[in-house]
């Protein structure tokens, strides 16, 4: 197949960025969704359904825990899926309509429970809510999957940052509509909120990016075209014939496999004891309300999105692994100078002091979105193609497991040890991450020195 042909635009391996955003809409959805879910879900329990804190925890955990069986076992069935929409597309499409009509049906028994509350009512809406899950989960690890099924794997790196960035979009949609429609304004006085718009604006932009999915990517015609891109390249393939005929990971690649894995579920401990502890830890160390916490949270949540394009163009250049050993370095760095300040911070944010750890804050962000982009693809980089989904589940396995842990874990630390551990926690599992990948030899992008007139090319 002649090269300009390669998936619909990608020349001399190019990247196609019109339809990886294409193929980003999925992730958009899911992100979109999640946000939102994370966010009023837990109010309803609380507000309406007068659940504790104990058990409204336990629900918003159950999505982790049933994430690690059902990720890499819809991943897997989706890989032997010979659907003639494509191997994904089935489980995007009845999966986002499931979760649309499930989730369309969470506010309004919130409004009828609290018009006439009943046993039946509270029980039906955790039915509902544990069926979404499950919904969510089918098609979560086919959706990530659809990326590098159509992306040369020297390009998932670069196609990965728009996929995150698609997601970062959905994420910012969600909390532009929420600030506006439920502003503390509108919101005042009331006994109850109802929530049925924002639900139905939300289910609104998933369907949309499912239309969008649904209507522009041909999984079918690209996935073949990206079949006869690895028949060409041979080289791409770390699998060996075991003499049965069958292929599978060399021992080298496994033992990297495992490393990578390993170093994912270690940094996803470190950054989410900062999602979910910082607030905490800002308000009584600091003494600072929710919404000053929350603006240094979304200081690195923007060095994170700024940083989404620049980290995959930075792995092609250098190789994912030492992008991602900067990302680590980077944010190990900020906790140590963030424990430093903690130990001799006053007591009061001055201009200089509260811009000082805004800019560790960024740098964070920045290490983050080094590390996230080029991760998956590292893991992915290990399998054959038709192994995608199946290894895009061990990615989110590992990564969900450490977002199980690490609230108790670094909760506890807090409560027992003391407010003082919050940053060197973050910090010891950074540097075990920057330990264990020095042991990954597998899954970086090839990266090919250019040579003569051609190495001016990128200097314009």
Same mark, same amino acid.
């Given at each position: 197949?002649?090269?300009?042909?390669?998936?619909?635009?990608?020349?001399?391996?190019?990247?196609?960025?019109?339809?990886?955003?294409?193929?980003?809409?999925?992730?958009?959805?899911?992100?979109?969704?999640?946000?939102?879910?994370?966010?009023?879900?837990?109010?309803?329990?609380?507000?309406?359904?007068?659940?504790?804190?104990? /058990?409204?925890?336990?629900?918003?955990?159950?999505?982790?825990?049933?994430?690690?069986?059902?990720?890499?076992?819809?991943?897997?069935?989706?890989?032997?899926?010979?659907?003639?929409?494509?191997?994904?597309?089935?489980?995007?499409?009845?999966?986002?309509?499931?979760?649309?009509?499930?989730?369309?049906?969470?506010?309004?028994?919130?409004?009828?429970?609290?018009?006439?509350?009943?046993?039946?009512? $509270?029980?039906?809406?955790?039915?509902?809510?544990?069926?979404?899950?499950?919904?969510?989960?089918?098609?979560?690890?086919?959706?990530?999957?659809?990326?590098?099924?159509?992306?040369?794997?020297?390009?998932?790196?670069?196609?990965?940052?728009?996929?995150?960035?698609?997601?970062?979009?959905?994420?910012?949609?969600?909390?532009?509509?929420?600030?506006?429609?439920?502003?503390?304004?509108?919101?005042?006085?009331?006994?109850?909120?109802?929530?049925?718009?924002?639900?139905?604006?939300?289910?609104? /932009?998933?369907?949309?990016?499912?239309?969008?999915?649904? /209507?522009?990517?041909?999984?079918?015609?690209?996935?073949?075209?990206?079949?006869?891109?690895?028949?060409?390249?041979?080289?791409?393939?770390?699998?060996?014939?075991?003499?049965?005929?069958?292929?599978?990971?060399?021992?080298?690649?496994?033992?990297?496999?495992?490393?990578?894995?390993?170093?994912?579920?270690?940094?996803?401990?470190?950054?989410?004891?900062?999602?979910?502890?910082?607030?905490?830890?800002?308000?009584?160390?600091?003494?600072?309300?929710?919404?000053?916490?929350?603006?240094?949270?979304?200081?690195?949540?923007?060095?994170?999105?700024?940083?989404? /394009?620049?980290?995959?163009?930075?792995?092609?250049?250098?190789?994912?692994?030492?992008?991602?050993?900067?990302?680590?370095?980077?944010?190990?760095?900020?906790?140590?100078?963030?424990?430093?300040?903690?130990?001799?911070?006053?007591?009061?944010?001055?201009?200089?002091?509260?811009?000082?750890?805004?800019?560790?804050?960024?740098?964070?962000?920045?290490?983050?979105?080094?590390?996230?982009?080029?991760?998956?693809?590292?893991?992915? $980089?290990?399998?054959?193609?038709?192994?995608?989904?199946?290894?895009?589940?061990?990615?989110?396995?590992?990564?969900?497991?450490?977002?199980?842990?690490?609230?108790?874990?670094?909760?506890?630390?807090?409560?027992?040890?003391?407010?003082?551990?919050?940053?060197?926690?973050?910090?010891?599992?950074?540097?075990?991450?920057?330990?264990?990948?020095?042991?990954?030899?597998?899954?970086?992008?090839?990266?090919?020195?250019?040579?003569?007139?051609?190495?001016?090319?990128?200097?314009?």
């Amino acid at each position: 197949m002649p090269a300009r042909k390669i998936l619909g635009g990608i020349t001399n391996m190019k990247l196609d960025t019109k339809k990886t955003i294409q193929v980003g809409f999925a992730f958009l959805s899911i992100c979109a969704f999640w946000q939102m879910y994370n966010g009023i879900v837990p109010l309803i329990l609380k507000s309406t359904f007068n659940m504790n804190e104990t /058990i409204t925890g336990a629900i918003m955990a159950a999505d982790n825990v049933l994430g690690l069986f059902l990720l890499p076992l819809f991943g897997g069935i989706s890989d032997r899926c010979k659907n003639k929409m494509g191997r994904r597309k089935p489980f995007i499409l009845f999966g986002t309509i499931a979760a649309v009509i499930l989730m369309l049906m969470l506010p309004l028994i919130d409004n009828s429970y609290f018009a006439n509350p009943s046993l039946g009512k $509270e029980i039906l809406f955790v039915g509902i809510l544990g069926a979404l899950l499950v919904a969510m989960g089918t098609y979560r690890s086919p959706a990530v999957a659809l990326m590098p099924d159509i992306t040369p794997k020297p390009l998932r790196s670069q196609a990965n940052a728009i996929i995150n960035l698609m997601g970062a979009v959905g994420g910012i949609l969600y909390l532009l509509i929420s600030s506006v429609l439920y502003s503390s304004s509108k919101v005042a006085g009331l006994e109850h909120v109802n929530y049925f718009l924002l639900f139905l604006i939300v289910a609104g /932009i998933m369907l949309a990016a499912l239309c969008i999915v649904m /209507i522009t990517v041909d999984e079918v015609k690209l996935s073949k075209e990206m079949a006869d891109v690895e028949a060409a390249h041979p080289e791409w393939d770390l699998t060996e014939d075991d003499g049965s005929g069958n292929n599978e990971l060399p021992k080298d690649v496994k033992r990297s496999l495992a490393f990578i894995l390993i170093s994912v579920a270690l940094w996803f401990i470190a950054y989410n004891a900062l999602e979910t502890w910082f607030t905490t830890f800002a308000n009584v160390e600091w003494g600072l309300a929710l919404g000053s916490a929350n603006m240094f949270l979304t200081i690195a949540t923007g060095g994170a999105i700024l940083c989404y /394009i620049p980290s995959g163009a930075l792995a092609a250049k250098i190789g994912r692994k030492k992008t991602i050993l900067l990302g680590v370095a980077l944010m190990a760095t900020c906790f140590v100078a963030s424990f430093i300040f903690y130990l001799t911070f006053s007591g009061t944010f001055t201009m200089k002091e509260t811009i000082f750890f805004y800019i560790l804050l960024f740098v964070v962000g920045m290490g983050w979105a080094f590390i996230n982009v080029n991760s998956l693809p590292m893991v992915i $980089e290990m399998c054959k193609g038709s192994d995608v989904g199946k290894f895009t589940g061990y990615y989110y396995t590992f990564s969900m497991s450490a977002q199980i842990v690490t609230p108790i874990l670094c909760g506890a630390l807090l409560r027992y040890v003391g407010y003082g551990t919050f940053f060197p926690y973050a910090f010891v599992f950074m540097a075990l991450a920057f330990v264990t990948m020095q042991f990954v030899k597998h899954g970086d992008g090839k990266v090919e020195a250019k040579k003569g007139l051609a190495a001016f090319e990128e200097m314009d």
